[in-house]
């Protein structure tokens, strides 16, 4: 897929709130300091749409950016740490809540993990609950130009094991990126054109 125009539309904290066209909806979301922004403005070349950080927990808003007047991607504010109050932290819970449960445009989230570490608790935490929500998502590890081949393969399997030993009938698909040199670009943009082009066939792709 070659991203043509990627421009910010929205930044609010009700999903009610969020833009109104019908069109299939593509959820960031990751531990605050996975590089999610970085991996944002990678994956649609405009180096400044997403507003990069070295302050972990920087995105609090649901954001919403049109790419190619057909999609949208959506950064959403990142779990586990974040340099912000408690009361703060549990209203932008909510609504990443909110937007899982409610948002009828949705049609996959990705989780990003930085691939450098092994399982985190939290990341299969938040993945049990979209599995639980029956949200469908995929994995997106970032960062892979940290470490080597043999430690992002020896990490993945560590995921797909622990995965397995949770009760997961299978991995959901994953890409290994890095935002600084591109790895994985053409992989991520490919899959979410393919089910852009399967949504398009349908009279009524939003239908249940």
Request: aromatic share 12%; proline share 4%.
């Amino acid at each position: 897929m070659k991203i043509n125009t990627a421009e910010f539309i929205i930044s609010n904290s009700e999903v009610a709130k969020c833009p109104k066209e019908f069109l299939p909806e593509y959820a960031f979301i990751g531990r605050s300091n996975v590089g999610k922004s970085s991996l944002i403005n990678m994956l649609t070349n405009h180096k400044g749409l997403a507003k990069t950080s070295g302050r972990p927990g920087k995105t609090q808003l649901i954001n919403h950016f049109k790419i190619n007047n057909n999609w949208f991607l959506v950064d959403l504010p990142g779990y586990g740490y974040a340099r912000v109050s408690k009361k703060t932290k549990s209203v932008f819970q909510q609504f990443i809540t909110d937007y899982f449960e409610k948002r009828e445009q949705l049609v996959c989230a990705f989780v990003l993990i930085d691939i450098r570490h092994e399982a985190q608790a939290i990341d299969l935490e938040f993945m049990a609950y979209l599995g639980e929500s029956e949200v469908p998502f995929s994995i997106i590890f970032t960062k892979a130009d940290k470490i080597s081949k043999v430690k992002i393969d020896s990490h993945v399997a560590a995921y797909r094991k622990q995965m397995h030993a949770n009760n997961w009938a299978e991995m959901p698909p994953y890409f290994v990126t890095s935002a600084t040199d591109g790895t994985g670009r053409e992989e991520v943009l490919s899959y979410i054109d393919e089910i852009n082009q399967d949504m398009f066939k349908s009279d009524n792709p939003f239908s249940s």
